[in-house]
């Protein structure tokens, strides 16, 4: 009972975040003309984006395939896939994606595999995602310098790109610090984690096509953006694309949100915004993304009503899932890990 008030409180405080940033942003803006934008989009262009997003889930799956087989657990793709798909679905339902993230590692219990590697997997996965976008907005630093005037926002992404370089450093390389400063169960966790992950990226025979689609995948995001941009008008090159979405992706990847939303308007319109993008074009297109991701979201949900594990589960658990196995699983992963 605590357990689903701290889930309805939490989801509540999630929806409000959402519902006044939205409120916030479209304060200033001219509502008809964003309305314009809506519903005179580019039905091509529009479908474009939708089919980029889409094949995103077959380079999503590739990925998530690769870093299993590391793990020593044998996923059959189109198994995967339909793990992925519902797991979007889930995303769009619960508080936040991490919710879809549960899900994920719930199905692949139901499938024998066991926690430790659902975890690692999952967590895994979701790392390497986040070192792509470092890696782009490292890379992307040098031209938003030489194309935006506006020193506090570069202070600002700069300051993000270096945060999660910083961050991304110190996990990989924990263990070189003293062991008893990394002896205490919560952090040695962090630091097998860390351990893991660069295995993945450094020594794993894989490491190319990890690191190749962590990049594709938030470049496929650009270009659906890029897209959505052009199929309302807006005039926003395929370059400062590659620049500026990286940042609102990341941004909208924080948990603080229903599912990003409110967050990666915010983020999409000061981003966009620095390419001289105007507010309401800038908000179509995060609008636009939004209404992409959930159409895909909907076509996981099919596939979760035609899923056999349907009538084994339930809310509390995924709840469960959420709460407790991360915990346990990195905290037994070197029993069962054979990765240095």
Known sequence: MQSRFKQTALFSVKLL??????AYIARGLDLGRLRTHLVSVDPFLFVLALALIFFQTFVLNGRWELIMRALGV?????????????SLWFNQVLPSSVGGDAVRMWLLRQRGVQWPEAVKGVAADRFTAL???????????????????????????GGLTLAGV??????????????????????????RFGTLVRFLLVQ??????????????????????????????????VLDAGILIPP?????????????????????VACLGLAGVPSEEALS???????????????????WLA?????????????????QSPNYGLAKAEEVSSHP
């Open 17 to 22: 975040l959402s519902i006044a940033v939205l």
């Open 204 to 237: 794993s025979a894989c490491r190319g096509l990890l690191l190749g689609s962590a990049l594709l995948i938030h470049l496929v995001t650009a270009a659906a953006c890029y897209a959505l941009a052009r199929g309302v008008g807006a005039q926003l090159s």
């Open 307 to 323: 899923s056999p594990e349907r009538g084994s589960y339930s809310a509390d658990k995924a709840a469960k899932a959420a709460e």
């Open 131 to 157: 070192i792509g976008l470092v890696v782009l907005m490292v890379a992307g630093l040098p031209f938003l310098m030489s194309r935006v005037s506006d020193q506090a926002a570069i202070l600002a992404i």
């Open 166 to 191: 910083a961050g991304t450093v110190v996990l990989l390389t924990l263990d070189r610090l003293p062991k008893r400063l990394i002896a205490p169960p919560a952090i040695a966790s962090f630091v």
């Open 74 to 86: 044998s996923l059959d793709w189109f198994a995967g896939w339909r793990i992925l798909m519902i």
């Open 285 to 303: 297109v995060s609008l636009l993304l939004g209404a992409v991701s959930v159409i895909i979201g909907l076509a996981g949900g099919v596939i």
């Open 248 to 268: 609102v992706v990341l941004l909208t990847a924080v948990p603080i949100s229903i599912s990003g939303w409110g967050v990666r308007e915010g983020a999409m």
